[in-house]
């Protein structure tokens, strides 16, 4: 497809499970974001790549929270011992390779999520 | 610390006015500015950007105004449509945001009334 693909769309897990995220970029994109989205807030900044290389990974809550992307692509977000305060919609978003000038600013384009509900 | 701040949790407007949504930030690094429309249980979608050297960026109904002295910017659609009715967040990010996070605003929600 032409749009960011993350799969599932749904995920129920019981406390303590863990659970893989997964996100397939737009071909040829080489930055790609995770962020967090609560209900009723914007989304907050998890973890980024530039091909395979995660370049931040400021923005993960602790140490239960892992991503990689080891081929430059597809990319997945890894929960260890979830817990209720994990639930959330998980959004991924890529953008292409940025430009040498000022007005070439890169957007992101986001995937639809995957919605987390740890029970 | 909120470095984004949308105020506006909603806003409606009639079909064919003028809708504005605005957005204050704190952080004076922020280079680059987005706005992004989210319609339930999809992502959000790129609207229009606006780099922190212009004032101004236009595509068709869609403008954004940048006012760095007073750390604030506005996005008007014009004229509105029931099909605008979304969540909208400004976002901003300190470098160009094809390679640096974006921070995001809580949303506004607009209503097109028809």
């Known amino acids: 497809g032409a749009g960011v693909s993350q799969s599932p769309r749904y995920k129920v897990a019981k406390r303590g499970q863990d659970v893989a995220l997964r996100c397939d970029p737009i071909?040829?994109?080489?930055?790609l974001f995770w962020y967090q989205q609560a209900l009723g807030q914007g989304p907050e900044f998890l973890t980024y790549?530039?091909?395979?290389?995660?370049?931040?990974k400021s923005g993960l809550p602790s140490d239960r929270f892992f991503a990689e992307r080891p081929e430059g692509s597809v990319s997945t977000l890894k929960i260890q011992r979830t817990q209720q305060e994990d639930s959330a919609v998980y959004l991924c978003a890529s953008s292409k390779r940025v430009g040498q000038t000022h007005y070439s600013n890169q957007p992101q384009h986001f995937g639809d999520g995957t919605r987390l509900s740890i029970l | 610390d909120q470095q984004v701040k949308q105020n506006s949790p909603s806003l409606s407007v009639q079909e064919g006015r003028i809708s504005i949504l605005n957005c204050d930030y704190t952080n004076s690094m922020f280079d680059y500015f987005l706005w992004y429309k989210k319609y339930p249980a999809e992502g959000p979608t790129f609207l229009i950007s606006?780099?922190?050297?212009?004032d101004k960026n236009e595509d068709g109904r869609f403008t954004v105004f940048l006012n760095k002295s007073a750390k604030h910017l506005s996005l008007h659609i014009v004229p509105s449509q029931p099909g605008d009715s979304a969540v909208y967040f400004c976002?901003?990010?300190?470098?160009?945001?094809?390679?640096?996070?974006?921070?995001f605003g809580k949303g506004t929600r607009l209503s097109v009334i028809a």
């Open positions: 976002a901003a990010s300190p470098g160009n945001s094809g390679n640096t996070p974006l921070v």
């Open positions: 606006i780099s922190s050297i212009k």
């Open positions: 071909s040829g994109h080489v930055s």
């Open positions: 790549f530039q091909n395979e290389a995660q370049l931040d």
